[in-house]
């Protein structure tokens, strides 16, 4: 599985940071403010935002919507 490191800046100026796998279930992953504090998954779940940085070990960058949604949506 390939290791994925993530930044999502929201439209209110949480920036959060992560790290999962390809094919992880968002709601599996722990999130990070800028204090590095765990933001519980259910305060980001439904939010818009800004933009979404998801990089793989290679370098290679991918893109999303911007909205985040329950794993139950998709």
Avoid: A, W
């Avoid at 590095?36 to 998801?54: T, W």
Wanted: aromatic share 18%.
């Amino acid at each position: 599985m390939e290791k994925l490191k993530g930044e999502i800046k929201f439209k209110d100026g949480l920036i959060v940071h992560f790290e999962g796998y390809c094919g992880q279930l968002s709601d599996t992953i722990k999130y990070f403010d800028e204090n590095d504090e765990e933001v519980p998954y259910n305060q980001i779940v439904g939010r818009r935002y800004d933009y979404y940085k998801l990089t793989g070990v290679d370098g290679s960058r991918f893109t999303y919507d911007n909205f985040i949604c329950p794993n139950y949506e998709r």
